[in-house]
């Protein structure tokens, strides 16, 4: 959340909120298919009190994606809830990232403040400053001759 606070009626990508024959119709599935994921683990819809399955719109599309590796790519229900877990630990490490990267910026910016609050608290009088003026004199160095 970005820290304001939600309006508890308003329907996100993740609120469960299809009962499963209602989930049946939109992925193109039967409920007896829903069933047989949530047993395996593939799908797992949130739970009312009562036990009853309700999907959310991610859930829908996941069991389409689900349906598509099955029926289009071949890959058997293990196969698919190996590739779910995985894209499941890519998505948790990416906002593991970009969490490390806003804190690194925040750390960078921080430090930057105190470095020129640093170099803003140099006492420019103990050390006066002349300018050195250029000339153009040449000094020609001649070792002594020792005496033979």
């Known amino acids: 959340m970005d820290g304001r606070r939600r309006n ?3 329907l996100t990508h993740e609120t469960p909120v299809y009962v499963i024959s209602v989930a049946a119709q939109l992925s193109g599935l039967h409920p007896q298919t829903l069933r047989q994921y949530d047993r395996l683990g593939l799908v797992s819809p949130d739970r009312t ?3 009853g399955r ?3 719109a991610r859930d829908i599309e996941l069991l389409r994606t689900v349906q598509a590796l099955s029926q289009d790519e071949g890959i058997n ?3 698919i809830k190996r590739i779910i877990e995985l894209e499941n630990q890519v998505a948790a490490l990416q906002q593991r990232v970009a969490e490390m ?3 690194l ?5 921080a430090m930057q403040q105190r470095e020129a609050a640093v170099h803003a608290s ?5 050390v006066p400053y002349q300018e050195v003026q250029q000339t153009s004199a040449l000094v020609v160095w001649r070792p002594k001759r020792s005496q033979d």
């Open 8 to 10: 508890p009626y308003e």
């Open 49 to 51: 009190a009562g036990r």
């Open 122 to 126: 140099y006492r420019r009088d103990l």
């Open 77 to 79: 229900l293990a196969g």
């Open 105 to 109: 910026d925040g750390a960078a910016a």
């Open 54 to 56: 309700r999907y959310s």
């Open 101 to 103: 990267e806003s804190a």
